[in-house]
């Protein structure tokens, strides 16, 4: 691996990020559509991201001009590239598969820019591609070594049997993993993910990452899966399967977790489903003896789609230092306040300033992208420093300050 870009290319690069800001959505799109043509490479990627008005294409653009933009100072990509590269070993990408994509943007980028596309271009290209993917391969060989030789770790795809199936709420399903080898499972992190490989009749394979919704014990994993109307996996799951039926499963994975060993409050702050690593973040400090100090706050529409209100009141009750608060946007008429939720309405940045300890915690935000984008913007604003600002995100790593 070059131990850095020659002064040459980061010049070629710097000079192309005008077309980049102007033609990069074209670049990244042809550059899919050149990618897919092989099955093996098609089938990393999770298809319902290329639509959607093209999120995927989009966040791919806004990722190769950022780095583009930042050639001469690429240690501020640092955190892009951990999640990339954990995104990466969930999907279990390897070596190999890196040519397919250098392959595919080089021509993308002489399909799309014509004669600006100069032999010089294209080899500065090359070579920043190379750069970044080495490091990429690097870390990523890394978490796949550590993964493979950890207690009850393993490497590629390993056959879970679904031990327990259980309705959460009208749209949403848990379901407990156990390995169908009998052996232990690794200890996952309090907000990591796992990810799956579906092989559906008639439809072909499928992978699809759901974030652990349990705190590690060594033996099982529960995810909990919310229906999608379109979502051709997740009512596969909801629909088809059943106790005994048998996933394969990569180890867990993600760069979003509890941190240990913080003196600090924690705030777990999540809208719809996004409350699946809350309750295990929640799970693994309720567990501890240690007086914690954490504030579960959750947004949900009303409680036909609460899931794991009850539980989430048991954890909590009684104990010192564990509040939380529910909000229902439009309680139904079978919500009673006070019992199955605590404020009406939507959880509001100036409601957490006055009941949680904004300016002293860590927080940890999951829910779909409005609302991830309200508060990571709205607590940075307010004057929450950036690195106490936790937040995970499925789909294309998209620029919520946009």
Known sequence: MARELSAATKAIVRATVPALAAR???????????????????NLFNQSNQGEGGRQTKALAQA???????????????????????????????QHHYPHVANALLAAIKQVLGEAATDEVLAAWGEAYWFLADILIGREKQVYEELGSAEGGWAGWRRFRIADKRRESDIITSFVLEPED??????HRP????????????????????SISSAPNGKTYRISVKREPSGLISN????????GDVLEVAPPAGDFFLKENTSRPVVLLSGGVGL???????EDIAAKESVANVYYVHGAEDGKVHAMGEHVRKLTFGRDGMRSAIFYRAPNSDDRKGVHYDQEGFVTLDWLAENTPLKDADIYLCGPKPFLATFVNGLAKAGVPQDRIHYEFFGPADDLAA
Request: charged share 25%; proline share 3%.
């Open 191 to 210: 907000g990591q993910y796992l990810t799956f490989r579906f092989e559906v009749t008639g439809k072909g394979e499928y992978r699809r990452n759901y």
């Open 276 to 282: 699946t690593p809350m309750v295990s973040m929640l």
């Open 24 to 42: 990069g959505t074209e670049i990244t799109a042809a550059m899919y559509v050149l990618l897919f043509k092989d099955e093996e490479v098609r």
């Open 236 to 243: 596969y799951l909801h629909d088809k399967l059943a106790v």
């Open 64 to 94: 190769i001009l950022a780095y583009a933009q930042n050639i001469d100072n690429l240690g501020v990509l640092g955190p892009a590239v951990e999640r990339i590269a954990q995104k990466h070993v969930g999907l279990q990408i390897k």
């Open 182 to 187: 009998g052996r232990p499972v690794i200890r």
